[in-house]
C-alpha cells in the first residue's frame, strides 16, 4: 500500500484504508442526535443495521448505503455495499455525499475503472423514521452534463406533499453573470434547465465562475439556496419563485472581509472556512492559524496559536435580500483562550502530547495544526475544528467541539485520518440523524439470498489483519477511552 493509503496493486482510486470502516463501540448504537458530523466519503461495507436502504445501478447491479451515527465531535460515516463488483476493478473512487437537507442526501457512486458520462450513478438516499428508509437512482441530468457536490444542493419542503427539488448552479457560457439552473422536482421525477441571471451592475464585484465550494438552503416558499465562494460571497437564487419563467434572477452578497487581508487564496477554502444556516440566520466562521516565524520546512511548519471569528445574518429569500442588513459580527477566540484544565480536565487530558519548549509532553490546543471549522446545526456558538500533529503526514486526527462564545472546551474525540492527505476536507455537517431510526443489536451481515461480501474486501482484510498501528505519533490517547466518554454537548 502506497504512503496515501491507496493500493497501487489494484491501479484504483478506493482507497485501502477504505475498505476497514472505523468502529465507534460494541455498544448499543447512539439515539438520534439533533446533528452530526459526517465523512463525505463512503466505507465499503457488508454491514447493515436498520437504516440500510437498496436500489440498483444503472448498469443493473444491486447496491445498499448504510449509515452510521455516532455522537459529535465522533465523526459519523456511511457505507456502500454491492456483492457483485470489486471495488478495486469496478469503481473510479469511492461513492461520495454531493448534498444533504434534512432527511434527504444526494449520493454520486462513479461505476466502472473510468469517470465518464455513462459511469454516474445519481442516488437519492431517504431516511425514513420510524419506517424503512429508501435509495432511488435518478435520471441522469444529460447526455453531456456531470454535477459535483460543489455546484448542487438539496431543497427539503416541509410541507405535507414532503417533495424535494435538487438544484446545480453551472457556469457553461462565456457570458459574464450567466448561468444553467438544472433541477430535478421529485414529484415529477423530470431535470428542468433555465437560465440564470446576475444584475448587471453586480457582475464586477462577484467571485470567478468556477470557484464555488459550497451550496446552503435557506428553504421558505421562495426556495432560497445559496452557492457559496468561501473566498469572496454567496449567489443566492429563488428556485421555486419563478417556476413558470425560463430565467430566474441571481443576487450576490459579498462574505465579511478576511481575518487577514493578504490570505493567500491558492489553498482550499474549507480548510479556513465554513457557512451555514442556523436557527433562521446565515452563520459564517473563519479561521486564521499563527505560523511561528521561520518553522516553515519540507512542507511543515509549528502552529504559534491560532483564531476564529464568526458572523452572521439574516436568512431570507432574495426578494428581501438587500432590506435584511450586512453582516454582523460574533465571536472571536483564540486557542489560547480557551480553558479547558478546569472545566473539562477530562477532555483536554484526550488531547494528543505534544513535547513544549521545555522538553515536557503536554496537552496543548495552540501548537495543534487545526483546520475545517465546522459550525454545529444545533448549538449556537459550538464550532468543530479538526486536529493533527503532523500536517502532512500521520494516520489520526482529532476533532475539537468549541464554544467560541464562552471559549471553552466542549468535546474531543479521535478521528480516523487514514484517507485523509494532509488536511484535506474530509467531513461535513448533517442534521439526517434526526431522521435514523436505530434500535439495539441491529449490526449484522447482509444475508439476502446469494449474496457475498466484497472480494477485494476479502482479500484484502484477509492481509491486513495482523498489520501493526504504521505510526504511534502520541502519547495517551486511545480510542477506547474515547468510545467509553459519553460526551453531551447540551450541557
Same mark, same amino acid.
Given at each position: 500500500?502506497?504512503?496515501?493509503?491507496?493500493?497501487?496493486?489494484?491501479?484504483?482510486?478506493?482507497?485501502?484504508?477504505?475498505?476497514?470502516?472505523?468502529?465507534?463501540?460494541?455498544?448499543?448504537?447512539?439515539?438520534?442526535?439533533?446533528?452530526?458530523?459526517?465523512? $463525505?466519503?463512503?466505507?465499503?461495507?457488508?454491514?447493515?443495521?436498520?437504516?440500510?436502504?437498496?436500489?440498483?445501478?444503472?448498469?443493473?447491479?444491486?447496491?445498499?448505503?448504510?449509515?452510521?451515527?455516532?455522537?459529535?465531535?465522533?465523526?459519523?460515516?456511511?457505507?456502500?455495499?454491492?456483492?457483485?463488483?470489486?471495488?478495486?476493478?469496478?469503481?473510479?473512487?469511492?461513492?461520495? %455525499?454531493?448534498?444533504?437537507?434534512?432527511?434527504?442526501?444526494?449520493?454520486?457512486?462513479?461505476?466502472?475503472?473510468?469517470?465518464?458520462?455513462?459511469?454516474?450513478?445519481?442516488?437519492?438516499?431517504?431516511?425514513?423514521?420510524?419506517?424503512?428508509?429508501?435509495?432511488?437512482?435518478?435520471?441522469?441530468?444529460?447526455?453531456?452534463?456531470? $454535477?459535483?457536490?460543489?455546484?448542487?444542493?438539496?431543497?427539503?419542503?416541509?410541507?405535507?406533499?414532503?417533495?424535494?427539488?435538487?438544484?446545480?448552479?453551472?457556469?457553461?457560457?462565456?457570458?459574464?453573470?450567466?448561468?444553467?439552473?438544472?433541477?430535478?422536482?421529485?414529484?415529477?421525477?423530470?431535470?428542468?434547465?433555465?437560465?440564470?441571471?446576475?444584475?448587471?451592475?453586480?457582475?464586477?464585484?462577484?467571485?470567478?465562475?468556477?470557484?464555488?465550494?459550497?451550496? %446552503?438552503?435557506?428553504?421558505?416558499?421562495?426556495?432560497?439556496?445559496?452557492?457559496?465562494?468561501?473566498?469572496?460571497?454567496?449567489?443566492?437564487?429563488? /428556485?421555486?419563485?419563478?417556476?413558470?419563467?425560463?430565467?430566474?434572477?441571481?443576487?450576490?452578497?459579498?462574505?465579511?472581509?478576511?481575518?487577514?487581508?493578504?490570505?493567500?487564496?491558492?489553498?482550499?477554502?474549507?480548510?479556513?472556512?465554513?457557512?451555514?444556516?442556523?436557527?433562521?440566520? %446565515?452563520?459564517?466562521?473563519? !479561521?486564521?492559524?499563527? /505560523?511561528?516565524?521561520?518553522?516553515?520546512?519540507?512542507?511543515?511548519?509549528?502552529?504559534?496559536?491560532?483564531?476564529?471569528?464568526?458572523?452572521?445574518?439574516?436568512?431570507?429569500?432574495?426578494?428581501?435580500?438587500?432590506?435584511?442588513?450586512?453582516?454582523? +459580527?460574533?465571536?472571536?477566540?483564540?486557542?489560547?483562550?480557551?480553558?479547558?484544565?478546569?472545566?473539562?480536565?477530562?477532555?483536554?487530558?484526550?488531547?494528543?502530547?505534544?513535547?513544549?519548549?521545555?522538553?515536557? +509532553?503536554?496537552?496543548?490546543?495552540?501548537?495543534?495544526?487545526?483546520?475545517?471549522?465546522?459550525?454545529?446545526?444545533?448549538?449556537?456558538?459550538?464550532?468543530?475544528?479538526?486536529?493533527?500533529?503532523?500536517?502532512?503526514?500521520?494516520?489520526?486526527?482529532? /476533532?475539537?467541539?468549541?464554544?467560541?462564545?464562552?471559549?471553552?472546551?466542549?468535546?474531543?474525540?479521535?478521528?480516523?485520518?487514514?484517507?485523509?492527505?494532509?488536511?484535506?476536507?474530509?467531513? *461535513?455537517?448533517?442534521?439526517?440523524?434526526?431522521?435514523?431510526? *436505530?434500535?439495539?443489536?441491529?449490526?449484522?451481515?447482509?444475508?439476502?439470498?446469494?449474496?457475498?461480501?466484497?472480494?477485494?474486501?476479502?482479500?484484502?482484510?484477509?492481509?491486513?489483519?495482523?498489520?501493526?498501528?504504521?505510526?504511534?505519533?502520541?502519547?495517551?490517547?486511545? !480510542?477506547?477511552?474515547?468510545?467509553?466518554?459519553?460526551?453531551?454537548?447540551?450541557?
Amino acid at each position: 500500500m502506497s504512503s496515501s493509503g491507496y493500493d497501487d496493486s489494484d491501479r484504483s482510486m478506493v482507497a485501502d484504508a477504505s475498505l476497514r470502516p472505523p468502529i465507534h463501540g460494541e455498544g448499543p448504537v447512539p439515539a438520534a442526535a439533533a446533528s452530526l458530523l459526517l465523512d $463525505f466519503r463512503a466505507y465499503i461495507d457488508g454491514r447493515a443495521n436498520a437504516t440500510t436502504a437498496w436500489s440498483n445501478t444503472r448498469a443493473g447491479d444491486r447496491i445498499s448505503v448504510t449509515f452510521w451515527p455516532a455522537h459529535p465531535p465522533r465523526v459519523s460515516h456511511f457505507s456502500v455495499f454491492c456483492p457483485d463488483l470489486n471495488p478495486g476493478d469496478d469503481f473510479a473512487e469511492e461513492p461520495y %455525499i454531493m448534498a444533504a437537507e434534512d432527511d434527504v442526501v444526494l449520493l454520486c457512486v462513479v461505476q466502472g475503472p473510468f469517470a465518464d458520462r455513462d459511469s454516474f450513478n445519481y442516488f437519492v438516499y431517504q431516511a425514513g423514521g420510524c419506517m424503512p428508509s429508501s435509495l432511488k437512482l435518478l435520471n441522469h441530468p444529460g447526455p453531456s452534463r456531470i $454535477f459535483h457536490g460543489c455546484n448542487v444542493g438539496l431543497l427539503r419542503s416541509k410541507g405535507s406533499d414532503g417533495f424535494y427539488v435538487i438544484a446545480a448552479l453551472c457556469y457553461t457560457s462565456m457570458v459574464p453573470g450567466h448561468y444553467d439552473l438544472y433541477t430535478y422536482d421529485s414529484r415529477t421525477e423530470e431535470w428542468a434547465t433555465k437560465l440564470a441571471l446576475m444584475r448587471q451592475e453586480q457582475e464586477l464585484g462577484h467571485h470567478s465562475s468556477h470557484s464555488h465550494t459550497k451550496v %446552503i438552503t435557506l428553504g421558505g416558499k421562495a426556495g432560497t439556496m445559496g452557492w457559496v465562494d468561501l473566498w469572496r460571497g454567496i449567489l443566492f437564487c429563488d /428556485v421555486l419563485r419563478h417556476q413558470d419563467d425560463h430565467t430566474v434572477p441571481l443576487c450576490y452578497v459579498a462574505l465579511p472581509p478576511p481575518l487577514q487581508p493578504d490570505t493567500n487564496m491558492q489553498a482550499g477554502p474549507g480548510a479556513a472556512r465554513d457557512i451555514a444556516v442556523v436557527s433562521g440566520r %446565515i452563520k459564517y466562521v473563519e !479561521l486564521q492559524i499563527h /505560523v511561528r516565524p521561520g518553522s516553515v520546512a519540507d512542507g511543515d511548519f509549528i502552529s504559534d496559536d491560532w483564531t476564529a471569528a464568526t458572523w452572521s445574518r439574516k436568512a431570507t429569500s432574495v426578494k428581501y435580500l438587500e432590506k435584511a442588513g450586512s453582516w454582523q +459580527p460574533g465571536c472571536k477566540v483564540r486557542a489560547s483562550q480557551i480553558s479547558a484544565r478546569k472545566k473539562k480536565p477530562a477532555q483536554f487530558e484526550l488531547l494528543p502530547k505534544l513535547v513544549d519548549d521545555q522538553g515536557t +509532553p503536554q496537552p496543548t490546543l495552540e501548537r495543534l495544526h487545526t483546520a475545517h471549522p465546522k459550525l454545529s446545526l444545533h448549538q449556537d456558538n459550538v464550532v468543530y475544528f479538526m486536529t493533527k500533529v503532523h500536517f502532512i503526514k500521520g494516520t489520526k486526527a482529532w /476533532v475539537l467541539a468549541v464554544d467560541v462564545k464562552n471559549k471553552t472546551l466542549q468535546g474531543v474525540a479521535e478521528s480516523d485520518a487514514r484517507r485523509t492527505l494532509g488536511m484535506n476536507f474530509t467531513y *461535513m455537517c448533517s442534521s439526517i440523524s434526526q431522521h435514523l431510526h *436505530m434500535a439495539p443489536a441491529t449490526h449484522g451481515q447482509l444475508k439476502r439470498p446469494g449474496m457475498l461480501m466484497w472480494r477485494a474486501s476479502l482479500k484484502k482484510q484477509a492481509g491486513i489483519s495482523g498489520r501493526k498501528n504504521q505510526e504511534s505519533e502520541v502519547e495517551g490517547t486511545s !480510542l477506547r477511552a474515547l468510545d467509553q466518554d459519553n460526551m453531551d454537548l447540551d450541557k
